[in-house]
Every structure is written in C-alpha cells, then in structure tokens.
C-alpha cells in the first residue's frame, strides 16, 4: 500500500520533470524561431515616440533583447 503511493508519487515528480524540460527546450526552440520583436517593430515604437532611430540605436536594442532571450 505504501509503496505503491510513493510509486504514484515518483512518477508524478519525475513526469512533471520531463515535461517542464521539454516545454522549456520547445518554446526556446520557438521563441529563438519567431522572435517576438524585429527590427521594424522597434523602428516604429521609436518614431511612435517622436524620435527618428539611427541603426545603431536599432542594433543596440535588437541585442539587449536577444540577451534576455
């Protein structure tokens, strides 16, 4: 009786593992595929905001971003 509930458990301990890794390993895959922010987004947050972007202010914030990615 009481292997068989810490049988249950490990196997939810170590499933739940395996699937957060998975997850992970899938979405960095995604993320890094489609990134969420490109060159022309940031172009056109900036001059939303009133300032004409040089492409080395668009470099600079295409890497901040890929740093955190």
Do not use: C, W
């Amino acid at each position: 009786m009481l292997l068989d509930i810490l049988q249950i458990l490990g196997g939810l301990i170590v499933g739940t593992i395996i699937g957060f890794l998975i997850a992970r390993t899938y979405m960095k895959k995604y993320i890094k595929k489609n990134p969420p922010i490109n060159e022309g987004m940031i172009k056109a947050m900036m001059m939303q905001m009133g300032r004409t972007p040089s492409q080395k202010q668009v470099n600079q914030m295409m890497k901040s971003m890929e740093k955190y990615m």
